[in-house]
């Protein structure tokens, strides 16, 4: 009889530990916390089309062929307050303006060759930086090879024009808001700086 209820005793603990185990913690998530995780959730992705994997700063060594505005509306050396950051901490940040050039200057989409989410409407690749660069720019929706480094994965991928325009673009050194100080950041366009007071 004792061995009865020791075996019955049994099957009841394995029970409640095998229910006890399959619905975890037996709590819900309250809406906050539901909440908080789709935010985390989606600031995890959130850069995947951005800049999060942007190499602020470059070498100075620009593109063969790239040509220096003659006129450009900041001149080398000046400084101008930029008003359209690519990048967290980049927008409102002064800018010394390091080199001036006049070109065909691109958004492109495009996947990584480092695998991961396809990159949409990068700013900026100018026409230099793309493979097989003739005289005349792209166009909207044509496919090109990318030999610009300036996000892990870019060098050597394939993309797609999203927008094409002509005008001065600088490359500007500056401290982002939060106190990175970026050297030969490539590239900025005229109509995302501003004077400086």
């Known amino acids: 009889m004792k061995r009865k209820k020791l075996a019955a005793g049994c099957i009841s603990l394995a029970t409640v530990f095998m229910l006890s185990a399959c619905s975890g913690n037996g709590e819900e998530a309250t809406p906050e916390e539901t909440a908080e995780n789709n935010t985390t959730s989606e600031k995890s992705t959130d850069h995947s089309g951005e800049h999060a994997s942007m190499d602020h700063s470059g070498s100075g060594e620009v593109p063969e062929g790239l040509k220096e505005a003659e006129n450009p509306k900041y001149e080398v050396g000046s400084k101008a307050i ?103 950041h490539m590239w900025v366009t005229e109509n995302e700086l501003s004077p400086a007071e």
């Not at 097989?132 to 929706?141: H, Q």
């Open 82 to 184: 930029i008003t359209h950051g690519h990048m967290e901490g980049m927008e409102g940040a002064e800018a010394t303006i390091v080199g001036a050039y006049d070109t065909a200057v691109y958004t492109i989409s495009y996947t990584p060759t480092t695998g991961g989410e396809r990159v949409e409407n990068h700013k900026w690749v100018v026409h230099q930086e793309l493979a097989d660069a003739g005289e005349e720019p792209f166009a909207e929706g044509d496919e090109v090879r990318v030999n610009a480094s300036h996000m892990e994965g870019m060098e050597g991928a394939t993309a797609e024009i999203d927008s094409v325009q002509e005008m001065t673009v600088y490359m500007v050194d500056f401290t982002t808001t939060d106190g990175e100080e970026v050297k030969n």
